[in-house]
């Protein structure tokens, strides 16, 4: 280390005017070019300078795609990317054992929510690992592995439900309307795959 310690500090002897000089030229760019009142760019500019990066071999198409994905994510609704109550598979909490374990095999969902009479009235949401468990432990009322959900509105930016969810370290959030029913749900994995692509 002893030997190479005056070998660097000439290197850094030599290198300072260069390294100066770069500097003042940088400054004096800024001061050339800088505009009196520097505007941030629009969504669309941003994503302009993302498509000719992409032409011009600068980043790949996966690369493009994220960063497209990422410029639009902030602008998002719920309204965008929910499933709609119409799609929405869900079970009375009353329902039958074998009605609930018939749901999870043919809905192919690991998360359902559970609604108390009516779709409008969610109660909660049932975990297929809670359910079987309480199958194991010959338990009889679901009632007792249900789990909270958050309610969010339709037009709630999509970035902030993801911000809710990670908070109250739920999964599935219900949108709700404007007259309080059931508009549909939204789940963690929805609004990720709005980042990254199909999970």
Same mark, same amino acid.
């Given at each position: #280390?002893? !030997? ?5 500090? !000439? ?7 260069? &390294? ?40 790949d ?10 410029? /639009?994510?902030e602008d998002?609704?719920? =309204? =965008? ?5 119409? &799609? ?13 374990? /018939? ?9 359902l929510? #559970?609604? &108390?009479?009516?779709? =409008? ?21 679901i ?17 902030? #439900? ?5 908070? !109250? ?13 059931? !508009?549909?749900? #939204? ?13």
């Amino acid at each position: #280390v002893c !030997a190479v310690a005056p070998v660097m500090s !000439a290197i850094m002897v030599v290198l300072f005017p260069i &390294n100066w000089l770069f500097s003042m030229w940088k400054k004096l760019m800024n001061k050339v070019f800088k505009k009196k009142e520097e505007q941030p760019y629009t969504e669309d500019e941003l994503i302009t300078i993302v498509e000719t990066a992409h032409s011009e071999g600068g980043i790949d198409e996966h690369e493009s795609q994220l960063i497209r994905s990422a410029i /639009e994510f902030e602008d998002m609704d719920v =309204d =965008d990317i929910m499933v709609p109550r119409v &799609n929405v598979a869900a079970f009375e909490e009353t329902a039958p054992l074998d009605e609930i374990s /018939e749901l999870f095999a043919s809905s192919g969902f690991s998360r359902l929510p #559970v609604y &108390n009479k009516t779709i =409008d009235t969610i109660v909660g949401v049932l975990h297929e690992k809670d359910f079987y468990q309480l199958l194991r432990e010959n338990g009889r009322d679901i009632r007792e592995k249900i789990t909270p959900c958050i309610c969010v509105s339709l037009n709630m930016k999509i970035s902030k #439900v993801l911000r809710m969810l990670q908070k !109250a370290k739920v999964h599935m959030a219900i949108v709700v309307d404007e007259f309080g029913g059931t !508009a549909g749900i #939204v789940t963690l994995e929805d609004i990720l795959e709005e980042l990254v692509g199909e999970i």
